[in-house]
Nanobody
Framework: QVHLVESGGGLVQAGGSLRLSCAAS????????MGWFRQAPGKQRVFVAA????????AYADSVKGRFTIYRDEAKNMVYLQMNSLKPEDTAVYYC?????????????WGQGTRVTVSS
């Protein structure tokens, strides 16, 4: 069982930055691929970024490439999403997710979400 808790959301002006954090439980965290997803009001949840179990591979949605960075700290069982140059269209609830198979394909575990609001 994996328990995920996100934090770091809030209100920020366009052009600003936020760092989202995801605290993960589980002794085998180092074998999980991790991802961030977001759900804007009235829209479906979509992929934002993912990182392999080793941290050596990352993937991003086209809409956030060059602005967002996903990284992990194995010692702390944490995954982060650094978000720069934020735009109003980044406004959403952001969810952390874990794929215990390490493939970043089937995210079986989800956090409760943290809200990000970007004002224009």
């Amino acid at each position: 069982q994996v328990h995920l808790v996100e934090s770091g959301g809030g209100l920020v002006q366009a052009g600003g930055s936020l760092r989202l954090s995801c605290a993960a439980s589980g002794r085998t965290f180092s074998s999980y691929a991790m991802g961030w997803f977001r759900q804007a009001p009235g829209k479906q949840r979509v992929f934002v970024a993912a990182i392999s179990w080793s941290g050596g591979n990352t993937a991003y949605a086209d809409s956030v490439k060059g602005r967002f960075t996903i990284y992990r700290d194995e010692a702390k069982n944490m995954v982060y999403l650094q978000m720069n140059s934020l735009k109003p269209e980044d406004t959403a609830v952001y969810y952390c997710a874990a794929d215990p198979n390490g493939l970043a394909i089937m995210f079986d575990y989800w956090g409760q979400g943290t809200r990000v609001t970007v004002s224009s």
